[in-house]
């Protein structure tokens, strides 16, 4: 299943969640539509005869109470989502976890930064937040997020103590898979939607401890605390209902994205090692992927099974077959010679020396392949390439872009040092923000002078988790200072545009997560126009002489849409035209965006070479249209 299989396997997964969320809420309204019909019957039969009974309209009673469930159930939904609607970070938090300093010098910290950082990378996504579940001394993880740009990536202790650097890659290889393949937004929402079947059984649950801590005796007329405690005990009875639906839920949409986000890893880091390793020592440890806090909430979004329910409600396959489906020779009896010492209180993971990496080269011609299904499914040699070129960025900058200085280092990015237009550009950055932040931006453009273009989306990714915890009216200010930075002069290049537009969508995309739209309808045929646009943007930016761009154009066009004939007409505001196509083409259905990728690449290839500026402006087209991909690979022959 390559990416586009898999985000429309995730839309089909959306449209069964809400179906079987319908059902579980006719059930649990059935049920209870039941009870009180036959609790109000029962007390009109001792007064009433048969006939009379039969002529009691219970219609309105069944109404009405349908009609409060319901009210109930979804508005315990819309609360519960409305509480997510800030993305990953909030799941996290909500789950003990802490987030990670960027000045941390905590070096299992570091490492883990390092790794996520390097994977990013290597995927073509923003880099997530990252939180470490301190109190947990399983091993385990968890992506949360409605979009790769308001993603987080949570990792509990016991991870970081007992995995080495291999492991680690496997066990956020792993969530990446849930990150690029849209399992994360479909995870969120479930959340939300299960609280809301979990709220009458919750409700009843909150009652009866209500009753239990008040007392209560014999009154005139009866005992209200004891029917008010038979109410509940009915509505915990009822709500079993919820539970049940609840987890058969997370248990049907999750299983087999494990066992895809499982093969993705090892695809990912083109070794098994690393993530059978992490599934073994779950096995042979004590804790095994156990969770303490919100374990059931967050059950269907982890790397192990974290409540252990039985297999009809499991969200994992059992861990033996998921290591046996790694290493079909593996047998648990492996792993008892591991377990003493696994579980000693003093072990420590293998020191992590690092491989040696050669030097990242600026100067080395690009390579791709003519093919779309790269995207979204990085290998090994885009995660090799990923650690040369997060290795060779200054340590200075890796500071700056982590930590207070991530908004500067951005500004800094689209300022032009020595150009004419930077007395406009400084004397801008500091009617907004001041002269400090004007005299930072000055000395990191300094610095970034010596960065390969190749490096400075990459570098742009990381200072992302930076921003992400600001407030909306401080990402807007900042977002309009980038526009205008990357326009001072009318004239937009293309790395401006690149880092412009992919810093306005994923800044948007934090500003509203919830908005953030995974999965298109649109057909090809439904947007022509804004194909011919993309297309004839991408052949003129790549090819100086208009024969030639005209030549890569229609190569393009035979792949996407052969049948059309459209016509190759140079465009001159390409930034206006190009922003409005892929406003349209965003809506596009997942297996229809495939063979719009692979004309793409067709128009860039067409002549044989790829410039970096192609390279770049092709990633920002496909992360716009939410295929992320993998930095094009440096050629290995001078």
């Given at each position: 299943m390559?990416?586009?299989?898999?985000?429309?396997?995730?839309?089909?997964?959306?449209?069964?969640l809400v179906w079987l969320f319908v059902i579980a809420v006719a059930l649990i309204v059935a049920a209870i539509d039941v009870v009180v019909v036959g609790a109000f019957g029962f007390h009109d039969s001792t007064r009433m005869t048969m006939d009379?009974?039969?002529?009691?309209?219970?219609?309105?009673?069944?109404?009405?109470?349908?009609?409060?469930?319901?009210?109930v159930i979804l508005v315990a939904s819309m609360v519960r989502t409305a509480t997510l609607r800030g993305g990953g970070g909030v799941v996290a938090r909500a789950a003990g976890g802490t987030l990670i300093s960027p000045d941390t010098l905590n070096p299992r910290y570091r490492r883990l930064r390092n790794v996520v950082e390097e994977i990013a990378i290597a995927s073509g996504v923003p880099v997530p937040e990252i939180y470490v579940l301190e109190q947990e001394p399983a091993i385990n993880a968890f992506a949360a997020g409605y979009s790769p740009a308001n993603a987080?990536?949570?990792?509990?202790?016991?991870?970081?103590?007992?995995?080495?650097?291999?492991?680690?890659?496997?066990?956020?290889?792993?969530?990446?898979?849930?990150?690029?393949?849209?399992?994360?937004?479909?995870?969120?929402?479930?959340?939300g939607l299960v609280f809301g079947l979990l709220v009458v059984h919750i409700i009843g649950r909150e009652v009866l401890n209500m009753v239990g801590r008040g007392g209560g005796g014999d009154r005139k007329g009866g005992n209200p605390v004891a029917a008010i405690a038979l109410v509940a005990i009915g509505l915990m009875i009822i709500g079993s209902i919820g539970v049940f639906m609840g987890r058969l839920i997370k248990a049907a949409v999750s299983r087999s994205r494990e066992s895809l986000a499982d093969a993705s890893a090892v695809q990912f880091t083109r070794q098994t090692k690393g993530i059978a390793g992490a599934l073994k020592k779950i096995a042979g440890i004590d804790e095994g992927s156990?969770?303490?806090?919100?374990?059931?909430?967050?059950?269907?979004?982890?790397?192990?099974?974290?409540?252990?329910?039985?297999?009809?409600?499991?969200?994992?396959?059992?861990?033996?077959?998921?290591?046996?489906?790694?290493?079909?020779?593996?047998?648990?009896?492996q792993i008892e010679g591991k377990r003493a010492e696994w579980n000693s209180p003093s072990y420590v993971v293998e020191d992590d020396v690092g491989s040696t990496m050669q030097a990242f080269d600026a100067g080395k011609r690009l390579k791709v392949a003519p093919t779309a299904l790269r995207v979204g499914e990085p290998a090994a040699a885009d995660f090799a390439h990923a650690e040369v070129l997060h290795q060779s960025l200054p340590e200075e900058l890796l500071v700056a872009a982590r930590g207070d200085q991530a908004a500067p280092l951005l500004m800094a990015l689209l300022i032009d040092i020595d150009g004419s237009t930077s007395g406009r550009q400084f004397a801008s950055i500091e009617s907004t923000y001041g002269a400090p932040i004007r005299d930072q931006v000055r000395e990191l453009g300094r610095r970034l002078e010596g960065l390969h273009p190749a490096q400075r989306l990459p570098l742009a990714s990381i200072a992302m988790p930076a921003l992400r915890s600001w407030p909306r009216d401080r990402l807007l200010k900042l977002v309009q200072t980038l526009t205008f930075l990357a326009q001072a002069d009318g004239q937009v290049g293309v790395f401006e545009y690149c880092l412009s537009k992919l810093l306005r969508d994923q800044l948007d995309e934090v500003l509203h997560p919830q908005a953030t739209s995974a999965f298109g309808a649109k057909s090809l045929d439904q947007c022509k126009r804004s194909i011919q646009v993309l297309l004839t943007v991408l052949a003129q930016q790549g090819h100086a002489d208009g024969s030639a761009a005209r030549a890569a154009y229609l190569a393009g066009l035979e792949i996407v849409l052969p049948r059309d004939g459209l016509p190759f007409k140079p465009i001159e505001n390409w930034i206006a035209a190009l922003d409005a196509a892929l406003d349209d083409l965003d809506g596009l259905k997942p297996l229809a965006t495939q063979p719009l990728i692979e004309a793409l690449l067709a128009v860039m290839h067409n002549d044989g070479q790829i410039t970096v500026a192609e390279a770049e402006l092709l990633r920002v087209v496909c992360a716009t249209l939410h295929c992320p991909l993998p930095p094009l690979l440096q050629d290995q022959t001078t």
């Amino acid at each position: 299943m390559n990416f586009f299989e898999s985000q429309a396997h995730a839309r089909s997964s959306s449209r069964m969640l809400v179906w079987l969320f319908v059902i579980a809420v006719a059930l649990i309204v059935a049920a209870i539509d039941v009870v009180v019909v036959g609790a109000f019957g029962f007390h009109d039969s001792t007064r009433m005869t048969m006939d009379q009974l039969h002529r009691q309209d219970y219609s309105r009673v069944v109404v009405l109470t349908s009609l409060v469930t319901l009210a109930v159930i979804l508005v315990a939904s819309m609360v519960r989502t409305a509480t997510l609607r800030g993305g990953g970070g909030v799941v996290a938090r909500a789950a003990g976890g802490t987030l990670i300093s960027p000045d941390t010098l905590n070096p299992r910290y570091r490492r883990l930064r390092n790794v996520v950082e390097e994977i990013a990378i290597a995927s073509g996504v923003p880099v997530p937040e990252i939180y470490v579940l301190e109190q947990e001394p399983a091993i385990n993880a968890f992506a949360a997020g409605y979009s790769p740009a308001n993603a987080a990536i949570a990792v509990t202790r016991g991870s970081l103590e007992k995995l080495n650097r291999d492991e680690l890659q496997g066990v956020i290889a792993h969530e990446f898979s849930h990150i690029l393949n849209g399992d994360m937004r479909i995870s969120i929402r479930l959340m939300g939607l299960v609280f809301g079947l979990l709220v009458v059984h919750i409700i009843g649950r909150e009652v009866l401890n209500m009753v239990g801590r008040g007392g209560g005796g014999d009154r005139k007329g009866g005992n209200p605390v004891a029917a008010i405690a038979l109410v509940a005990i009915g509505l915990m009875i009822i709500g079993s209902i919820g539970v049940f639906m609840g987890r058969l839920i997370k248990a049907a949409v999750s299983r087999s994205r494990e066992s895809l986000a499982d093969a993705s890893a090892v695809q990912f880091t083109r070794q098994t090692k690393g993530i059978a390793g992490a599934l073994k020592k779950i096995a042979g440890i004590d804790e095994g992927s156990k969770l303490h806090k919100n374990a059931e909430e967050v059950s269907h979004m982890l790397f192990g099974d974290g409540i252990g329910l039985s297999s009809l409600f499991a969200t994992h396959p059992p861990i033996e077959k998921r290591i046996k489906a790694l290493e079909p020779s593996f047998n648990l009896k492996q792993i008892e010679g591991k377990r003493a010492e696994w579980n000693s209180p003093s072990y420590v993971v293998e020191d992590d020396v690092g491989s040696t990496m050669q030097a990242f080269d600026a100067g080395k011609r690009l390579k791709v392949a003519p093919t779309a299904l790269r995207v979204g499914e990085p290998a090994a040699a885009d995660f090799a390439h990923a650690e040369v070129l997060h290795q060779s960025l200054p340590e200075e900058l890796l500071v700056a872009a982590r930590g207070d200085q991530a908004a500067p280092l951005l500004m800094a990015l689209l300022i032009d040092i020595d150009g004419s237009t930077s007395g406009r550009q400084f004397a801008s950055i500091e009617s907004t923000y001041g002269a400090p932040i004007r005299d930072q931006v000055r000395e990191l453009g300094r610095r970034l002078e010596g960065l390969h273009p190749a490096q400075r989306l990459p570098l742009a990714s990381i200072a992302m988790p930076a921003l992400r915890s600001w407030p909306r009216d401080r990402l807007l200010k900042l977002v309009q200072t980038l526009t205008f930075l990357a326009q001072a002069d009318g004239q937009v290049g293309v790395f401006e545009y690149c880092l412009s537009k992919l810093l306005r969508d994923q800044l948007d995309e934090v500003l509203h997560p919830q908005a953030t739209s995974a999965f298109g309808a649109k057909s090809l045929d439904q947007c022509k126009r804004s194909i011919q646009v993309l297309l004839t943007v991408l052949a003129q930016q790549g090819h100086a002489d208009g024969s030639a761009a005209r030549a890569a154009y229609l190569a393009g066009l035979e792949i996407v849409l052969p049948r059309d004939g459209l016509p190759f007409k140079p465009i001159e505001n390409w930034i206006a035209a190009l922003d409005a196509a892929l406003d349209d083409l965003d809506g596009l259905k997942p297996l229809a965006t495939q063979p719009l990728i692979e004309a793409l690449l067709a128009v860039m290839h067409n002549d044989g070479q790829i410039t970096v500026a192609e390279a770049e402006l092709l990633r920002v087209v496909c992360a716009t249209l939410h295929c992320p991909l993998p930095p094009l690979l440096q050629d290995q022959t001078t």
